[in-house]
């Protein structure tokens, strides 16, 4: 089948001769992919910032499908079923998804203490193949994957299996407060998610910043909030300060993660020298910019080894810091209803349409930032 194949940092290629998934499992289904993304958090593989990414490995955590095969143990999908497929692979029936926690499951990763199993994200999240690809195997096939329904679009459908729940828990894991100021850093698919979300939990302001005119002219207009560009900021810190009475943000939301720019120490430790698990300029301004007693909401990516942030900060200030790998399956009833409503519209974010046979232009373009790319959708010969 056709897939995608990652051979090292910033190469990846489309090969036809990849082998088709097989049932590995009772609880295992099948899904001939119709729509799969790339994410930010793709990026970082692709960087070659993810440790045990191997060479061979077919990415893509965001896809939806058709099942054309299940297991003997599967009950609740039938061949024929179109799913969204979250993002998490979760048992089910640990004690982290009975919590919810599905971004957390301790099975599905077992040799890993922090991070749950993802699909197509290396050996350090499972080393389960992803959905750039024409067919892709779905474990737990009863737990996950949800069947998208007769009204519902493709294109948003693709989004609910991560930008649209991760953007959204970003907000309620700020504990947003009726009037609050939130600031998101971050104007990609998931900051532009969040700011939406914030004002369904009642910001009173919403502050956007990036450095990309395009995606923050974009934001200001899709989720109605005030951007800035941090390279014209002197400080973007101080600036926060300025603009709420010396006070600081009521929330703040890091939705960048371990590619920040703007600070060339960060840049350099984490980006270039991999000595720490990623660059913390993003999340350093959220820790500094948020109030006293305030929250800070992380839900970019950062890598398992330590990272300088401003620690003391955040004890001196009592900050409380939430932070997890969104829990798309629980979220995903209320957020179907979203949809439906019009509340939130997903596709809107999508730029660009890419054949899977053209992954690595649509790596190339997404990562460098080129044509005005938000979201770009890959779309497979068979879909
Ligand atoms: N926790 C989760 O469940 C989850 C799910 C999906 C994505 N993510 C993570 O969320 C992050 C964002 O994902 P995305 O798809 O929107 O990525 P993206 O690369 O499209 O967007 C990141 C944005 O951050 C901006 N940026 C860089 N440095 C900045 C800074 N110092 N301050 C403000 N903005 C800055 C960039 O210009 C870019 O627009 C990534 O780290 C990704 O891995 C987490
Ligand atoms: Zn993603
Ligand atoms: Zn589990």
């Given at each position: 089948?056709?897939?995608?194949?990652?051979?090292?940092?910033?190469?990846?290629?489309?090969?036809r001769?990849?082998?088709?998934?097989?049932?590995?499992?009772?609880?295992?289904?099948?899904?001939?992919?119709?729509?799969?993304c790339?994410?930010?958090?793709?990026?970082?593989?692709?960087?070659?910032?993810?440790?045990?990414?191997?060479?061979?490995?077919t990415?893509?955590?965001?896809f939806?499908?058709?099942?054309?095969?299940?297991?003997?143990?599967?009950?609740?999908?039938?061949?024929?079923?179109?799913?969204?497929?979250?993002?998490?692979?979760?048992?089910?029936?640990?004690?982290?998804?009975?919590?919810?926690?599905?971004?957390?499951?301790?099975?599905?990763?077992?040799?890993?203490?922090?991070?749950?199993?993802?699909?197509?994200?290396?050996?350090?999240?499972?080393?389960?193949?992803?959905?750039?690809?024409?067919?892709?195997?779905?474990?737990?096939?009863?737990?996950?994957?949800?069947?998208?329904p007769?009204?519902?679009?493709?294109?948003?459908?693709v989004?609910?299996t991560?930008?649209?729940?991760?953007?959204?828990?970003?907000?309620?894991?700020?504990?947003?407060?009726?009037?609050?100021?939130?600031?998101?850093?971050?104007?990609?698919?998931?900051?532009?998610?969040?700011?939406?979300?914030?004002?369904?939990?009642?910001?009173?302001?919403?502050?956007?910043?990036?450095?990309?005119?395009?995606?923050?002219?974009?934001?200001?207009?899709?989720?109605?909030?005030?951007?800035?560009?941090?390279?014209?900021?002197?400080?973007?810190?101080?600036?926060?300060?300025?603009?709420?009475?010396?006070?600081?943000?009521?929330?703040?939301?890091?939705?960048?993660?371990?590619?920040?720019?703007?600070?060339?120490?960060?840049t350099?430790?984490?980006?270039?020298?991999l000595?720490?698990?990623?660059?913390?300029?993003?999340?350093?301004?959220?820790?500094?910019?948020?109030?006293?007693?305030?929250?800070?909401?992380?839900?970019?990516?950062?890598?398992?080894?330590?990272?300088l942030?401003?620690?003391?900060?955040?004890?001196?200030?009592?900050?409380?810091?939430?932070?997890?790998?969104?829990?798309?399956?629980?979220?995903?009833?209320?957020?179907?209803?979203?949809?439906?409503?019009?509340?939130?519209?997903?596709?809107?974010?999508?730029?660009?349409?890419?054949?899977?046979?053209?992954?690595?232009?649509?790596?190339?373009?997404?990562?460098?930032?080129?044509?005005?790319?938000?979201?770009?959708?890959l779309?497979?010969?068979?879909?």
């Open positions: 089948m056709l897939a995608m194949n990652f051979r090292g940092p910033f190469r990846v290629r489309a090969d001769d990849r082998p088709y998934p097989e049932i590995e499992h009772p609880e295992d289904a099948i899904v001939r992919v119709l729509r799969t790339i994410c930010g958090s793709d990026l970082h593989l692709y960087h070659g910032l993810v440790p045990d990414t191997r060479v061979g490995s990415f893509g955590h965001e939806i499908g058709e099942v054309v095969e299940i297991g003997s143990a599967v009950e609740k999908l039938t061949v024929g079923d179109r799913v969204m497929v979250p993002f998490n692979i979760a048992c089910g029936k640990c004690a982290f998804c009975k919590q919810e926690l599905y971004g957390n499951c301790h099975e599905a990763n077992p040799g890993a203490t922090a991070a749950g199993g993802i699909f197509g994200y290396s050996h350090t999240a499972g080393g389960y193949h992803g959905g750039q690809a024409e067919y892709v195997r779905v474990p737990y096939a009863d737990v996950g994957p949800t069947v998208i007769e009204w519902m679009d493709p294109d948003d459908a989004l609910l991560d930008v649209v729940p991760t953007g959204y828990q970003a907000a309620e894991m700020g504990g947003i407060q009726p009037g609050d100021t939130v600031v998101v850093f971050g104007a990609g698919p998931i900051g532009i998610m969040a700011a939406k979300c914030a004002w369904l939990f009642g910001a009173g302001r919403v502050i956007v910043i990036d450095e990309l005119d395009y995606r923050l002219d974009f934001v200001k207009d899709y989720a109605q909030c005030e951007v800035y560009k941090f390279t014209e900021l002197e400080d973007p810190v101080v600036f926060l300060k300025q603009t709420t009475d010396s006070l600081g943000a009521d929330v703040c939301i890091d939705a960048v993660g371990c590619e920040a720019a703007g600070n060339t120490m960060n350099l430790l984490g980006r270039k020298l000595l720490q698990g990623g660059s913390t300029t993003a999340l350093h301004w959220a820790i500094n910019g948020v109030k006293k007693g305030g929250i800070v909401s992380i839900v970019g990516v950062y890598g398992p080894i330590d990272a942030v401003p620690i003391g900060n955040v004890v001196n200030k009592g900050i409380t810091i939430r932070a997890n790998q969104a829990s798309v399956k629980r979220l995903l009833p209320r957020l179907i209803e979203h949809v439906k409503n019009g509340i939130i519209d997903p596709k809107a974010i999508i730029t660009h349409r890419i054949p899977l046979e053209e992954v690595a232009e649509g790596y190339h373009i997404f990562s460098r930032k080129l044509d005005n790319c938000i979201k770009p959708v779309i497979p010969p068979s879909a």
